[in-house]
């Protein structure tokens, strides 16, 4: 996670959105490509600062919270935001791709609505789920769950991502603290 931080200091430093991290007290595992699930987070926490920057005259706060979900084996990672919030009509869509909520903001800061479809596809390739809850006016909350490694694993070669082959991807069991270092 603070690799991802690091990632993306300096965007925050020059902004006016607060970044809020809410991480487990104890240091959760996944067996995970590091490169791609750092890929996930920089987009959804992308997305978020854009829909706070577009939320005019309120508090803006971005929430990361990593979630030990100790009965399902599992690790949720929320991205939070107090920005705008998705209209309920687009809800439904905005993991396809190509889709876009708004369609100005390609024109501008050069979207091209693949990031969350990209998204859904990477948690997907690992094991896991990507859901999002939103209020128009009040904020989004995207949710990701992936499976816990246990922490006597040290690598999982049966978990490849398609299309690729185990040499070209850095598949390994990570602590989140330290997969999303930046």
Known sequence: IH?????LDYEFKRGRVRLDLQLAKESLRIVCDSIQIQQVLVNLIRNAKYACDEMPGKEKTL???IIKDTAAQRVRIQVA???IGIQPQHLSRIFER???VDRARSRST???GLGLSI???VVSNHG???TVVSEEGRGSTFTIVLPRAESSVETNPSTETPN???SNVAEETRSLDAAVDT
């Open 3 to 7: 690799e991802v931080v690091a990632i």
């Open 63 to 65: 929430t990361l919270r």
């Open 81 to 83: 935001d107090t920005g």
């Open 128 to 130: 896991g789920t990507v």
């Open 164 to 166: 690729t082959s185990r």
């Open 98 to 100: 190509f889709y876009r």
């Open 110 to 112: 050069g979207g091209s």
């Open 119 to 121: 998204v859904r596809h």
